[in-house]
C-alpha cells in the first residue's frame, strides 16, 4: 500500500533517478554529498525523489556544458531554492535558437569550393571558426552553424569579392550584431531579471520573468531588421548622392587634361 501512494505522489528510488537521469548511483550520492542535490524524503530505511531531484540534475548537466565547476554551479544552485525546474526551463529558453535554422554537417572541401578564385585558405577556415559559423567534427567533417550567413559570404565570393574581404564583412556585421544583441539584454537585465533577483527569485515571478523573455526575443530581430533597412535605405541614398556630386563636377571642370 506504501508502495502505491508513493508512485501515485511521483516520488521514485533512487535506483529509479539513476535510470530516468542516466546517471549512477554513485554519482547521485556525490551530488548529494557536496549539497547540489536536495536529500530525498525518507520514509523507513527508503529515500524517495521527485520531479525536482530530476530537474536539477538535468540543470546541474547543462551548467557543466556551459563550462561552469561543481563548485560555481552549487553556488548558483544555492540562490534556486526549490525551483530547479523553472531555471531549468528559463535557461533553456535563454539559449533557444531565435529562429529554426538547422546547422549542416560538410565537408571541408563543400565549404572551401564555391568560394572558388577567391581560395577560402587556412587562415579563411580559421577565420569562419572564430566568427562561430562552423565547428569541426572530426574525419574531415565540419558543422556548419549558421549556412544563411556562410551563404551570404559565398555569394560576396560570387560577386568577385576577395575571400579575406568577405570575412572582414561578415566579422563586421557579427561584431555590430553582438553590440545590438548586447543592448536588448541589458534592457531585460535592468527591468526584468535584476528587480526579480533582488527580490530573491519569488516562485510565481518565474513565468512573467519568462513570459518577457520569450517576448522580446521576435522583438529583437524584428526592431534589428527594421533599423537595419533604415539604415541601408539612408546609407544608399547617401552613396548616390555623393556619386551624383561627383558626376556634376566632372561636368563642370570638363574632361581631364582639358584646357
Given at each position: 500500500?506504501?508502495?502505491?501512494?508513493?508512485?501515485?505522489?511521483?516520488?521514485?528510488?533512487?535506483?529509479?533517478?539513476?535510470?530516468?537521469?542516466?546517471?549512477?548511483?554513485?554519482?547521485?550520492?556525490?551530488?548529494?554529498?557536496?549539497?547540489?542535490?536536495?536529500?530525498?524524503?525518507?520514509?523507513?530505511?527508503?529515500?524517495?525523489?521527485?520531479?525536482?531531484?530530476?530537474?536539477?540534475?538535468?540543470?546541474?548537466?547543462?551548467?557543466?556544458?556551459?563550462?561552469?565547476?561543481?563548485?560555481?554551479?552549487?553556488?548558483?544552485?544555492?540562490?534556486?531554492?526549490?525551483?530547479?525546474?523553472?531555471?531549468?526551463?528559463?535557461?533553456?529558453?535563454?539559449?533557444?535558437?531565435?529562429?529554426?535554422?538547422?546547422?549542416?554537417i560538410l565537408e571541408i572541401s563543400e565549404i572551401a569550393q564555391p568560394w572558388g578564385e577567391t581560395a577560402l585558405d587556412k587562415d579563411g577556415m580559421r577565420r569562419l571558426e572564430e566568427l562561430g559559423l562552423m565547428r569541426?567534427?572530426?574525419?574531415?567533417?565540419?558543422?556548419?552553424?549558421?549556412?544563411?550567413?556562410?551563404?551570404?559570404?559565398?555569394?560576396?565570393?560570387?560577386?568577385?569579392?576577395?575571400?579575406?574581404?568577405?570575412?572582414?564583412?561578415?566579422?563586421?556585421?557579427?561584431?555590430?550584431?553582438?553590440?545590438?544583441?548586447?543592448?536588448?539584454?541589458?534592457?531585460?537585465?535592468?527591468?526584468?531579471?535584476?528587480?526579480?533577483?533582488?527580490?530573491?527569485?519569488?516562485?510565481?515571478?518565474?513565468?512573467?520573468?519568462?513570459?518577457?523573455?520569450?517576448?522580446?526575443?521576435?522583438?529583437?530581430?524584428?526592431?534589428?531588421?527594421?533599423?537595419?533597412?533604415?539604415?541601408?535605405?539612408?546609407?544608399?541614398?547617401?552613396?548616390?548622392?555623393?556619386?551624383?556630386?561627383?558626376?556634376?563636377?566632372?561636368?563642370?571642370?570638363?574632361?581631364?587634361?582639358?584646357?
Amino acid at each position: 500500500m506504501a508502495e502505491e501512494i508513493e508512485k501515485e505522489s511521483g516520488e521514485i528510488t533512487i535506483e529509479d533517478l539513476a535510470r530516468l537521469t542516466g546517471m549512477t548511483v554513485r554519482n547521485i550520492r556525490a551530488h548529494q554529498s557536496r549539497g547540489l542535490l536536495p536529500p530525498p524524503r525518507v520514509i523507513g530505511r527508503t529515500g524517495y525523489y521527485d520531479e525536482e531531484h530530476i530537474s536539477r540534475i538535468a540543470l546541474i548537466r547543462e551548467l557543466q556544458e556551459e563550462g561552469m565547476n561543481l563548485e560555481a554551479i552549487r553556488r548558483i544552485l544555492e540562490s534556486t531554492g526549490n525551483s530547479s525546474r523553472d531555471l531549468l526551463s528559463f535557461t533553456r529558453s535563454f539559449r533557444e535558437p531565435y529562429e529554426d535554422e538547422q546547422p549542416e554537417i560538410l565537408e571541408i572541401s563543400e565549404i572551401a569550393q564555391p568560394w572558388g578564385e577567391t581560395a577560402l585558405d587556412k587562415d579563411g577556415m580559421r577565420r569562419l571558426e572564430e566568427l562561430g559559423l562552423m565547428r569541426r567534427l572530426g574525419d574531415g567533417r565540419i558543422e556548419v552553424l549558421s549556412p544563411k550567413l556562410l551563404a551570404a559570404g559565398v555569394e560576396l565570393a560570387e560577386l568577385g569579392v576577395p575571400a579575406a574581404d568577405a570575412l572582414s564583412a561578415l566579422e563586421s556585421l557579427r561584431d555590430r550584431s553582438g553590440a545590438v544583441a548586447e543592448v536588448f539584454i541589458q534592457v531585460f537585465n535592468e527591468l526584468f531579471w535584476e528587480p526579480f533577483d533582488r527580490a530573491g527569485r519569488p516562485p510565481d515571478e518565474w513565468p512573467r520573468v519568462q513570459d518577457a523573455l520569450q517576448r522580446m526575443r521576435p522583438l529583437a530581430a524584428d526592431a534589428l531588421l527594421a533599423s537595419f533597412q533604415l539604415a541601408m535605405d539612408e546609407a544608399t541614398e547617401g552613396a548616390i548622392g555623393e556619386m551624383i556630386r561627383r558626376d556634376l563636377e566632372t561636368d563642370r571642370s570638363g574632361p581631364p587634361g582639358a584646357a
